[in-house]
């Protein structure tokens, strides 16, 4: 391990269950829902694990397509997860969905572009990959075309 590459985030306790997150010069409210005893002044925890990962794929993808020289006009994600239903309720599986929209766009080179973001630059994937499985889809201007399923080892 290398300790130059740490990364820390502080976590200030605002009050009841909402604490005010600080990463790098970013503020996150996080609390939790009023039936748990929140008062809903931000997202719970367990939500910001999804959007980890979608802007750590979506960041890969979108720079790999820029270098591919393949121009979308729309790019959006959306991430799915499963829960346990025992506590500590956890992820077991993570479902990407990559959704563009655009001119004649290459499949394959759509394919390519996730699977380099999946497979070796994603550090929030091959982290949660230890723990569960993440499967991933495509589609293109409303049409589905399936992904490869990456399982936890």
Not at 45 to 50: I, N, S
Not at 85 to 95: A, I, T
Request: charged share 25%.
């Amino acid at each position: 391990m290398n300790e130059d590459n740490k990364l820390s985030i502080t976590a200030d306790w605002l009050e009841g269950l909402s604490f005010a997150a600080t990463v790098g010069e970013h503020k996150i409210i996080m609390d939790s829902v009023p039936e748990a005893g929140g008062k809903a002044l931000g997202p719970p925890p367990k939500p910001l694990m999804l959007v980890a990962l979608a802007g750590c794929t979506g960041m890969d993808v979108i720079s790999l397509l820029g270098k591919m020289r393949i121009k979308v006009e729309n790019f959006r994600l959306t991430v799915e997860g499963n829960l346990t239903s025992d506590h500590p309720r956890q992820f077991y599986k993570m479902h990407v969905i990559y959704e563009f929209t655009g001119n004649n766009l290459p499949l394959e080179k759509l394919k390519e572009a996730i699977e380099l973001s999946q497979e070796k630059y994603c550090g929030v994937s091959a982290t949660y990959k230890k723990a569960l499985e993440i499967t991933w889809e495509i589609k293109i201007d409303g049409s589905t075309w399936p992904g490869q399923e990456e399982k936890a080892k």
